[in-house]
């Protein structure tokens, strides 16, 4: 190989061209210079750990792939070549323990599926084998095209599946596979109406597509249209309503929508037919935590981890209670997983973060921050959060939206006063305050609703990055007309989480980044901001596992920079707004709960309602990581909840630098 190519694409190319030509030992002897310029580079160190097997170096090969791993470790071709090395080792065993994980990661790996189906097949588990064996076949009817974007967006490159995607779909608009495919890089880009619209497409072309409708179920629940993901789930409970899995759908939509009674007794029809069912068990735990049969959840979450003790789900459905404590049993239980190799990547992490939890409990706070540090970590590792990136994305908004702005937009948006946002960083009391407001009988407690997130996403994609007229820059070009159906559509798209009250919550914490083009569309709308101290907002951050989002949270220096920004970006909202911004400090409402409730009402022009200090009484569906909390009285063990941890807490306290003590208004 000529070692004076210098671009990695460009010499990658030249080693491929040596495996294929079967000179392995120059191959890996190729592959030396390049990952001394790039020891992370994944697809040279998946290369080196090829050439080794087929040089028949196993031992080798094994510690690449430990390598690729710690690099990339959802990379699903690192697992097929681990079930390759351990079938020529004569382990059977673990080779169908890394094929499935293989196809776990990247399901267009056919060979991994085909060689599951062989190894089942040796072993007389004829069904599985079955079952497994017709995943291979139907990759193998799939378009080339198709398969190839399908690696392309398990392997992280959605650019170049998007590309394949779309070239495919101008040749054959109406080809159900393409534009499932094209709606899995919108959800994974977060572009979600585009994605409903191309599976929305897929089930009227194909209406029988059990894939497309399932796919379509998850798009409209990530965008909280519960109602339409409903409907959805009945048509396939319809098809058959003997199916476990489209009687788990129907459960999960019918919690969304608060039947929870349906939800419950379809949950049983499934435990019936697959007792002990891990994933059903810990939906049903899920359903019941949020229905606030908190003992019922806690059976249920047991009952998952008894079946199979390496779910990571079932045991942090434990840990995110909150009040739950881990027994000495349940503990020495997840050590035993953690140390073993039988977790998938995530259930590591989730375990990681309930070990933290554990531990903490019991005032062992070296071993918490221990699991802590290594869940946060793992989820670091796969996250592509970029904190110079987004203190530009702040900073943005501050040079933007200056108070010449909003004076020369007066009197435009619409008018509706209905919404009340809250707003800020998580774990900041935001729900706290959604549950006192929504006591009120003037107001509906809604959630953490996407609507502000997905306009701002889509102004952003309407223009290119190195545009003047990108977003937020965009915002001093919308007309008067442009506001105003934007703030119409706002209220119109929201009805659906409403109960008839005249005001509503949005307590989606991060549209502190937007209030400019909140306040532009809905002039009249309400703004509270959440805000708590920096060191326990922050910590309280780092030790929660967030469902999806909040990447920032993931790192120290990454929390304590966000919260930073944030606070400075705030306190640009107060000085170009002036009055129109509540701010209320968690430790405030803890000191003095009644004062700060007067105070609230007072700014939302809302007469008093003993309701509001009787929150921990209401009645309602809280899904937030704090339902468990804002079900008691305010209390104070919120107070300082870092100071334990405070030896190992010096990066976040850098990182906030001039807030870490002036972090008010």
Not at 505 to 527: E, Q, S, T
Request: aromatic share 10%; hydrophobic share 40%; net charge negative.
């Amino acid at each position: 190989m000529d070692t004076s190519i210098t671009q990695p694409e460009e010499a990658l190319d030249a080693v491929r061209a040596l495996i294929r030509e079967g000179d392995f030992k120059s191959a890996s002897s190729a592959l030396d210079p390049i990952l001394t310029d790039a020891p992370r580079l994944g697809e040279a160190l998946y290369m080196k750990a090829v050439c080794a097997r087929y040089l028949r170096d196993f031992a080798d090969a094994l510690s690449w792939l430990d390598k690729l791993r710690s690099v990339e470790p959802e990379y699903g071709r690192a697992y097929q070549e681990e079930g390759h090395v351990r079938l020529a080792q004569g382990d059977p065993g673990r080779a169908l323990a890394a094929y499935r994980r293989a196809c776990q990661f990247n399901p267009s790996l056919a060979a991994s599926w085909q060689r599951q189906a062989e190894i089942l097949a040796h072993t007389g588990n004829e069904d599985e084998a079955r079952q497994v064996a017709m995943q291979a076949q139907w990759l193998m009817t799939l378009p080339r095209e198709l398969v190839a974007a399908m690696n392309h967006i398990h392997e992280g490159r959605l650019f170049k599946g998007e590309q394949l995607c779309r070239a495919f779909l101008q040749q054959n608009p109406t080809n159900v596979e393409g534009m499932r495919l094209l709606a899995d890089i919108g959800a994974r880009m977060n572009v979600l109406d585009e994605a409903a619209f191309l599976l929305d497409s897929a089930v009227a072309f194909e209406p029988n597509h059990v894939r497309a409708r399932f796919d379509y179920i998850q798009v409209l629940r990530r965008q909280q249209r519960y109602e339409a993901a409903l409907e959805q789930a009945k048509m396939l409970y319809q098809q058959d309503p003997l199916n476990p899995a489209f009687q788990s759908h129907l459960a999960i939509e019918s919690m969304h929508n608060n039947d929870f009674e349906q939800a419950f007794a379809l949950f049983d029809q499934v435990l019936e037919k697959l007792p002990g069912d891990p994933a059903t068990l810990t939906s049903r735990g899920h359903a019941l935590k949020t229905f606030g049969r908190h003992e019922d959840a806690v059976e249920s979450y047991r009952g998952a981890y008894r079946t199979e003790a390496g779910f990571g789900d079932a045991w942090f459905g434990l840990a995110n209670l909150k009040t739950y404590r881990f027994t000495d049993e349940e503990q020495q239980i997840m050590l035993r997983e953690e140390a073993s190799d039988r977790l998938s990547y995530n259930a590591r992490v989730q375990v990681c973060f309930s070990l933290g939890k554990a531990f903490e409990d019991s005032g062992d706070y070296a071993e918490a921050f221990r699991f802590y540090e290594k869940g946060n970590t793992l989820k670091r590792v796969l996250s592509r959060y970029d904190a110079d990136q987004m203190t530009e994305e702040l900073a943005a908004q501050h040079r933007v939206c200056t108070a010449d702005l909003f004076k020369k937009k007066v009197g435009m948006g619409h008018k509706a006063p209905d919404p009340i946002f809250i707003l800020g960083l998580p774990r900041a009391g935001s729900t706290l305050l959604e549950q006192i407001i929504a006591s009120h009988s003037q107001v509906d407690g809604t959630l953490e609703l996407p609507n502000v997130l997905s306009l701002a996403h889509r102004l952003r994609r309407q223009h290119r990055d190195d545009d003047e007229s990108a977003y937020p820059a965009v915002l001093h070009d919308l007309t008067a007309e442009q506001l105003e159906s934007f703030g119409a559509k706002y209220i119109e798209d929201t009805a659906m989480f409403r109960q008839g009250a005249p005001f509503f919550i949005d307590k989606m914490p991060n549209n502190f980044r937007h209030i400019g083009l909140i306040k532009l569309m809905l002039p009249n709308a309400k703004i509270i901001d959440a805000r708590r101290a920096p060191m326990d907002c922050c910590f309280s951050g780092f030790k929660q596992l967030f469902a999806e989002g909040q990447e920032f949270t993931y790192g120290l220096e990454q929390v304590g920079r966000y919260y930073h920004d944030y606070v400075h970006l705030m306190r640009h909202w107060h000085d170009v707004l002036p009055g129109q911004i509540l701010h209320v400090q968690y430790e405030d409402v803890v000191a003095d709960t009644e004062a700060q409730v007067h105070r609230i009402l007072e700014y939302l022009g809302l007469p008093f309602e003993d309701a509001c200090l009787a929150f921990h009484k209401t009645k309602r569906v809280v899904r937030t990581a704090s339902s468990e909390q804002v079900r008691q009285p305010i209390n104070t063990k919120g107070l300082e909840a870092w100071k334990p941890f405070e030896q190992w807490l010096d990066p976040l306290k850098a990182a906030l630098d001039d807030v870490l003590e002036d972090y008010r208004c």
